[in-house]
């Protein structure tokens, strides 16, 4: 088996600790690399910024005008991004809690060179001389490079959309924008590889997308990962590049992306699953389901190691610690 030979030890729950100054349900959570600060993503409409481990609030950064589906730092600490139903992006600025950019969509005219490929390639190009510069729809997931110098979103639309992020924190312009077209229902996950030159994404059409990104546009070819019987609602690379998807037909596959084969499927969720995080050593693997538990499996022989359980309502997220000390879950209830 390609994961840590070592046998993982027993994750202890002492005390569950609870950040509830939300006003909506808590659709994601998100830590920053040291571990020092917590996001949540709220269907209030705002993003939270906390101390870890005091639990003070920091910062509620409001602007989206729909619920915060999504929200992760960029590996160099220095940004957040959150996606929202509004149909936006919103990059912060983490030291002054101020919002950079909007990323939006709009149109704009084509240069006649990719005006052509409009009639080749219609799914590319579905408008003969235009092209949307932004989701039309909800926007469900982002996620960065490990080089923090790109923004990838997915959502609604079908789309998936690939930003530059310049090192000032400012946008690159539109030209710059890639737009990577394939799936078939709408993109709900999206994860980078550890060396960034793929980028993986989940969709409502059962499959999952690696996306070869060394390839220059628009010409993006893919691999596809099929097995799931039900929508993928949640990815994540592991350190070493393997990649676990959880759907909605309850169950968690580990894949080896390079050679597309499946190392590992995990069943035992009651419900869908809503979100994976590989501890950082890579010798457990957490799930957290539409439910009230968290499960945590080692990732050496596929086998649930144990059930969490303590949240109030339903857990929609679960992250470790970069010291792998901590796992967070959000749930329905308002409370973290």
Not at 246 to 274: E, M, N, Y
Request: hydrophobic share 40%; net charge positive; proline share 4%.
């Amino acid at each position: 088996m390609p994961m840590n030979i070592e046998a993982p030890t027993k994750l202890a729950v002492g005390r569950v600790r609870f950040f509830g100054k939300h006003h909506g349900e808590v659709n994601c959570s998100a830590f920053s690399p040291d571990g020092q600060t917590l996001l949540t993503a709220s269907d209030d409409g705002c993003v939270y910024v906390w101390e870890t481990r005091s639990r003070r609030l920091l910062w509620r950064m409001a602007g989206h005008r729909g619920p915060v589906k999504f929200c992760r730092f960029s590996p160099d600490g220095r940004l957040v991004a959150s996606s929202s139903c509004d149909h936006t992006v919103r990059l912060w600025d983490v030291t002054r809690f101020k919002c950079l950019h909007v990323l939006r969509g709009k149109r704009a005219a084509l240069p006649r060179s990719h005006r052509l490929l409009c009639g080749l390639c219609p799914v590319l190009f579905p408008t003969f001389g235009l092209v949307s510069a932004g989701h039309q729809r909800s926007v469900e997931t982002v996620s960065f490079s490990p080089d923090s110098r790109q923004l990838a979103s997915g959502g609604w639309d079908r789309r998936v959309i690939l930003w530059e992020v310049q090192l000032r924190l400012s946008l690159q312009s539109g030209h710059n924008v890639r737009l990577l077209a394939g799936h078939r229902d709408s993109v709900q996950s999206s994860d980078f590889s550890p060396t960034a030159d793929a980028l993986a994404t989940g969709s409502w059409d059962s499959t999952v997308h690696i996306w070869d990104l060394r390839v220059a546009s628009p010409a993006v070819s893919y691999q596809e990962l099929e097995g799931h019987t039900g929508n993928i609602s949640c990815l994540c690379y592991s350190t070493s590049g393997l990649l676990a998807s959880g759907s909605w037909d309850k169950t968690i596959r580990i894949w080896k992306p390079t050679t597309s084969s499946l190392l590992f499927q995990l069943k035992g969720h009651a419900t869908w699953v809503k979100s994976l995080a590989f501890s950082p050593d890579e010798l457990r693997l957490a799930s957290a389901g539409y439910s009230h538990t968290v499960k945590v499996w080692d990732c050496n022989t596929g086998k649930c190691l144990e059930t969490l359980k303590g949240l109030l309502d339903v857990a929609h997220a679960c992250v470790f610690t970069p010291d792998g000390k901590l796992l967070v879950a959000g749930s329905a209830d308002a409370a973290t």
